[in-house]
């Protein structure tokens, strides 16, 4: 069956459609939706089929919002026609997002989730709207392909399998918000800390083992994230951080319970194996 033979059986045009969602339909205006409500099981899965294998989703030229979270992609179709897409949402499945979305310049937002994929395809460095980037619980290792975004404001990298945060960080001079936790970061470049326009950061759940306190530049921090980290769990090192950002809400500690200074026991990933409340002092 051809497209336009897909659009007449499903009553659709595919010019007047700006929203796939097959995660969370119901938030959208219906009558710019797919799919519809009233589908039968057989409409929709004909629906699906064709977005996988007949390349259907290209003929959606006016698409500004596009989840496919319930289809079991391999690899991801061809969207380099969708050139207002602005917004890309995905959760789950064992496919590299697809070259073709670098096609997509007016992307502003883009929310990855349990995807798994190691890196990003060159393409992404052409996304010069994006302001917002998830990639969280995934595996991503490295970030290189994200540094040259310079509008992007919200950057999530949250439970994923990066060691090392590029020097070049410092082009993303519009970040505000920026989520690092659950990696695998020991050590911070020294341009992070010239960030002036940063707003938040978590770095929680890493084994960084330091911070360089007289090299912050971050003059508008609100929230400092340093839990369940070598540096964040001694006392001493949270309360030198707030005398210097006196307005910043500095978490560190596991569950709010620290090491003592010159403590026998050094960061060990679980923490508390292996030791008693006792080795504690509270926050």
């Known amino acids: 069956m051809n497209t336009h033979a897909i659009s007449e059986s499903l009553n659709f045009d595919f010019l007047k459609i700006e929203v796939i969602d097959l995660y969370n339909t119901h938030l959208h205006k219906e009558e710019l939706t797919l799919p519809k409500k009233n589908w039968s099981k057989d409409e929709l899965e004909l629906f699906k089929n064709s977005i996988l294998n007949d390349g259907l989703i290209n003929n ?5 919002y596009l989840d496919l979270s319930s289809l079991k992609i391999t690899d991801y179709p061809d969207i380099s026609n969708l050139k207002k897409l602005i917004e890309f949402h995905h959760i789950g499945g064992k496919f590299t997002l697809p070259i073709s979305i670098g096609e997509c310049k007016s992307i502003k937002k883009i929310f990855v989730s349990a ?8 393409s ?5 709207n994006l302001e917002v980037l998830t990639i969280e619980n995934s595996n991503l290792k490295v970030i290189k392909n994200i540094t040259s975004l310079k509008n992007i404001k919200k950057l999530n990298l949250r439970q ?24 695998k970061i020991s050590d911070l470049p020294n341009e ?5 326009n940063i707003i938040e950061i978590n770095l929680s759940d890493n084994p960084l083992f330091n911070i360089i306190i007289n090299r912050i530049n971050w003059h508008f921090l609100k929230i400092l994230d340093l839990s369940i980290t070598p540096f964040g769990c001694f006392r001493q090192n949270i309360d030198d951080l707030k005398r210097i950002l006196p307005n910043c809400d500095i978490k560190g500690g596991r569950n709010k319970l620290f090491y003592e200074n010159g403590d026998k026991y050094f960061f060990i990933p679980s923490i508390k194996r292996g030791l008693s409340q006792n080795d504690y002092i509270p926050q």
């Open 60 to 64: 959606f030229q006016n698409l500004t």
């Open 192 to 196: 992070i800390y010239d960030l002036k």
């Open 160 to 183: 994923n399998k990066i060691e090392k945060i590029p020097d070049d960080i410092l082009n993303l001079r519009n970040l505000e918000y920026l989520n690092l936790s659950q990696n």
């Open 124 to 128: 992404f460095i052409l996304l010069e």
């Open 115 to 122: 995807v798994v994929f190691t890196t990003l395809p060159k």
